[in-house]
């Protein structure tokens, strides 16, 4: 149901017998300003009909956004912003006992592939504007995605240290690439899959980046192969559990080192 259809069967329950509150009046502003810019574009929409939408008067857009280069911003970050910490707080969840590194990718990419499809059309209305900012802020930028992805940067950094991970590589690069991987998965995934019955789904294409940017490829190929049968094959098992182990053990230790300087701080 769209904001639209809401506000009119909410407008004949007497919805607007009550006061609302300044957060109530922000996600009503937010819904409407994402309804019609994915409907029109940014150039194409202007603040009096995202208020006429939203069931407020318009200045309230200029006193809560500053302008509709900040509503704009702010109507396509937040649920970005939201993505992030949902990301974060798994993160931290884990922290007393890691979880696989493929599962950490999967925190990520499974609810930032449903958030991005979730709002395909605002964020074509996004890449088709040639600008989005108000003629009064030439030199304003909006929605710099690499803003709210640099929240993962260290965390990324340190798990690519304690795992292991991509020797001589850019965590925070990772990052990004992993992020172009879903938006270009979702934007141009009609010319990337095709239509018809053979059209791979979506929870295929998810798992099929988990693996891609798990593995790799010359990764899951090669543990693809049979392994050789070699004397070495056991102790190289063990000594790798042993690692493991004691990353896991490391872990923990952080955490309750962290936990503790918290606390002595406070």
Known sequence: MSLSDHREGTDRAGEGRRRRTPGEVDDLILDAAREMFAAKGYAGT?????????????????????????LFDAAVRRPFNEAIAAYMANYESQLERPRSTEDLVRFWIEPVYRLVSEHRELLVALLAAEQFHDQDQPQERTWELDALLRRMDGQAQVETERRGLGSG???????????????????????????????AGDADVVAEMIRMITYGVESRTSAARPAPHT???????????????????????????????STKSS
């Open 46 to 70: 202007s603040s009096r009909e995202i208020a006429t939408l939203a069931g407020v008067h318009e200045p309230a857009i200029y006193r809560r956004f500053g302008s509709k280069a900040g």
């Open 231 to 261: 004397s070495t094959m056991p102790e190289l098992a063990l000594i790798l559990d042993r690692l493991a182990d004691a990353e896991r053990r490391a872990a923990i230790a952080e955490h309750e080192l962290a936990k503790l300087t």
């Open 169 to 199: 590589g850019d965590a925070g690069l990772t990052v990004r690439v992993s992020a172009g991987m879903v938006l270009g998965m979702v934007l141009l995934g009609d010319w990337l899959l095709g239509h018809g019955p053979h059209r």
